[in-house]
């Protein structure tokens, strides 16, 4: 299996290593992002690689930006990657797996959406008969469809650190007002029209992720990636059942062994055994297929 779990481009300055994304720096107008193979559990990155998972991200993405570029504009610059780096180590570090954006200022939120109740948002739910303080009917159960999706921001935290739900309210005082209702908004609309999708794919997008980012002119764009099993719960529409939590295309096969291995969830993670990375490689790989085709 082979797999990067690092980029090490000498055409460019690195400029950051996220959980996933190490960012190169162009010039003072672009932005080299390259998808890892690395994979992060409860904000811990791990030691071992998901074999082709950084392909399936530039993949997906590309997708979902192409698909949904009516609703709004996205970072992408349309500068193949292998054109900004100079050796042939480093575009075969590339192909495949990195874009070339406009440098934004990205907002200091994550846009979070939730359709169903699963995940911290139903132990909200269970203790207190809200979500992210938003007020729900009684008697919802576990993975039930929420009348109406919810817009639930949370902070952006740095490696190793926890994001934190915050309010719409307390949203408008980071974002402003009307950028707080313009983030909502964006959110909900590529939500809504990705789930729709995705439902005729056999998929439900139980939940997901956006980021955002300005320009100079304070136009907002989608940015980081969109749609993908990484920052969204995929669930196979033919296995939902209302009651329980229905298997999903994403990580959580890795995080449930990582529970099953009494991990204290504290750095460093152990070692995860090859076949749970091939098996997460697979989930990820089918949740394409089916939505792409590809």
């Given amino acids: 299996m082979t797999a990067l779990h690092e980029s090490n481009l000498n055409s460019l300055p690195l400029l950051h290593r996220g959980k996933v994304r190490d960012i190169y720096g162009v010039d003072d107008q672009y932005l080299l992002i390259v998808q890892t193979d690395r994979l992060s559990a409860f904000d811990v990155i791990l030691p071992d690689p998901v074999p082709g998972k950084g392909e399936i991200l530039t993949s997906l993405s590309n997708f979902w930006f192409a698909k949904l ?108 007002e009307a950028r707080a209702a313009e983030v909502r908004d964006a959110t909900l609309a590529l939500y809504t029209q990705a789930a729709e999708y995705a439902l005729t794919r056999g998929i439900i997008i139980a939940d997901t992720k956006f980021e955002f980012g300005v320009d100079g002119a304070g136009k907002m764009y989608l940015i980081d990636e969109a749609l993908t099993p990484d920052s969204s719960r995929f669930w196979p529409a033919d296995e939902y059942r209302v009651g329980c939590n229905p298997p999903s295309f994403d990580k959580q096969f890795v995080r449930d062994w990582l529970e099953a291995s009494g991990w204290n969830k504290q750095p460093p993670a152990p070692r995860v055994p090859l076949d749970v990375l091939q098996k997460t490689s697979d989930k990820y790989r089918e949740a394409m297929r089916r939505l792409t085709g590809a």
């Fill in 69 to 176: 570029g009516h609703v709004i504009s996205n970072h992408l610059s349309g500068i193949k990657p292998e054109d900004v780096v100079k050796t042939e180590a480093d575009r075969a570090q590339v192909a495949g797996r990195a874009f070339v954006v406009r440098r934004l200022k990205p907002l200091p939120v994550e846009a979070i959406v939730r359709g169903y109740l699963v995940g911290s948002g139903w132990k909200d739910y269970k203790k207190t008969g809200t979500v992210c303080g938003i007020k729900l009917p009684a008697g919802l159960q576990e993975a039930q469809r929420l009348p109406q999706p919810l817009f639930t921001p949370s902070t952006k935290a740095a490696v190793g650190e926890h994001d934190e739900n915050i309010s719409f309210e307390e949203a408008q005082k980071l974002l402003g």
